[in-house]
């Protein structure tokens, strides 16, 4: 590649939210001698409005390269593409004007990124965009300024289902759950099953898939085999549920979540760099997800205690807990073990 990454780059006050990047041979190529992306926080849910995207584009096509990604694999809004003259211009017009503040880059807390929650999700658990704000707002100084190890990533997801996909990609996920039974409606269980619904919300219109089946298509893919079918009526045993969703997903106008809700907080997912992929384990099976989030901050807090001591240079959460065992996270965080952690 041409292109040299890094150097001493930023906007004051800040240390992260600016990548530098610079042409290798900038005689030759003097228009991108200087190319630095900037990374700017999305809003939660990723909601916008025609007049503030019209606002974004204006500011980048006027001092940079007009070249956005919407969004980076984090969530930030990236900027590609503009000089070092800029950068205090555009972080004056973002905060002063847009009221939008830079992302996360380096070493320190990344930007928190959310999926849409309550806000038209029916899944949704809890409200992730009120806890993403809440943590984003509450943790200014580990966003801006690198003090960890390696990057730490927040991910909330307010169901199984995982839209964000926290929990292969972040640090930390916060998967909505809930702590009581499925709710069924029999009589849209057999609405279902009479092929009066279709079922998948008609994902699968435009071809004839045949009859739906319950047994195939619903209880015999159920990972801890917990349904059947009992005098016509569908049966669900709650404690060996473990919230995949895929019932709901198939039949969600006769399966709700429960009513009970709150979140799961799993650790430890990152993708491939030094040691390979891992995927996040559950360390706090649930909690309520209700301000001021106490509870939540407390196990975020000995975590980032533990691995800012613990952890070496460039070292995610995850590979620290697999040198070391889960058995010192437990004992870091002051948590029981469980045997939904195994």
Not at 197 to 221: C, M, T, Y
């Amino acid at each position: 590649t041409h292109w040299k990454h890094g150097g001493i780059v930023g906007v004051f006050g800040y240390g992260g939210g600016v990548i530098g990047r610079y042409c290798d041979q900038p005689q030759e190529f003097s228009g991108v001698a200087h190319f630095h992306t900037m990374r700017i926080n999305q809003p939660g849910g990723k909601f916008y409005t025609a007049e503030y995207l019209t606002k974004l584009c204006d500011l980048w096509d006027f001092r940079g390269s007009g070249i956005t990604n919407m969004h980076g694999s984090t969530g930030d809004i990236i900027f590609l593409g503009t000089t070092t003259p800029q950068l205090e211009e555009i972080f004056y017009e973002m905060t002063h004007k847009l009221n939008q503040d830079l992302g996360g880059s380096g070493s320190n807390l990344r930007t928190p990124s959310d999926c849409i929650g309550q806000a038209r999700c029916e899944y949704a658990c809890y409200d992730t965009q009120a806890l993403c704000y809440h943590l984003t707002q509450e943790y200014q100084d580990e966003l801006h300024r690198p003090a960890f190890p390696y990057k730490f990533k927040f991910k909330f997801d307010g169901c199984p289902n995982c839209c964000v996909a926290s929990i292969a990609r972040a640090d930390m996920s916060f998967i909505g759950t809930w702590k009581d039974d499925i709710r069924i409606d029999e009589e849209a269980v057999q609405a279902y099953i009479g092929g009066e619904i279709a079922p998948n919300a008609n994902d699968h219109s435009g071809r004839d898939w045949g009859a739906f089946d319950i047994q195939k298509e619903v209880i015999d893919l159920c990972p801890t085999d917990c349904m059947w079918m009992e005098g016509g009526k569908l049966m669900i045993d709650s404690k060996e549920c473990n919230r995949c969703m895929h019932c709901i997903n198939v039949m969600p106008r006769a399966l709700r979540i429960g009513k009970e809700t709150g979140l799961s907080i799993l650790v430890g997912a990152k993708a491939p760099i030094l040691d390979g992929a891992q995927m996040a384990s559950l360390l706090v099976p649930f909690v309520p997800a209700e301000e001021p989030y106490d509870e939540i901050k407390e196990v975020i807090e000995a975590i980032w205690d533990w691995w800012m001591e613990e952890g070496k240079n460039r070292e995610r959460l995850g590979e620290l807990m697999k040198r070391q065992g889960f058995q010192k996270l437990l004992e870091a965080t002051g948590l029981a073990p469980d045997p939904r952690m195994v």
